[in-house]
């Protein structure tokens, strides 16, 4: 063996150590659409990826009634009938400020609560290093900033 072969073989191998196999997918008989396989011509390794297709965008699916949580959304995949559920929130509403200034958001459906941005309320507080340091009169974080 060459030693071009012989590099040629470890870089292969670690390709498909990190998941690259080579090789084409494709369906085989009998399967649904969203099965792909192939086999890596360099690992002989069988690699199964599945590709479901879905009628509607998971924001416009439809609610999943049975489940707990309010946005979860249900559809099923148009090429294997399987039942897959995803939470999608609707749109958030701002409920407040937390006491770190960081807004707090709700979703409008189901109450969902995230945070948002910071929101402080910078007052100049004197000036260090020639930089203008800015404090917020809520939290008391300070930020300096250069000179506009
Ligand atoms: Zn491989
Ligand atoms: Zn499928
Ligand atoms: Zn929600
Ligand atoms: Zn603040």
Known sequence: MGLWDSIKKVATKAKC????????F????????CHLEKTCPDC???VIEKKHAYECDWKDA???????????????????GEVHKKEVHEEYRKLGVNSKCQSVLACTRCGHEKNGNYEHSFI????????????????GTTEKRNYA
Do not use: W
């Open 124 to 139: 100049r507080d004197g000036v260090v290093d020639g930089k203008i340091v800015m404090k917020c009169t809520n939290c």
């Open 17 to 24: 150590g990190i998941g690259f196999h080579a090789g084409t």
């Open 26 to 33: 494709s369906t085989p008989d009998g399967k649904p659409k």
């Open 62 to 80: 439809p609610f999943d009634y049975s489940s707990q949580l309010k946005c979860t959304r249900a559809q099923k995949c148009i090429h294997c």
């Open 44 to 46: 002989m390794e069988l």
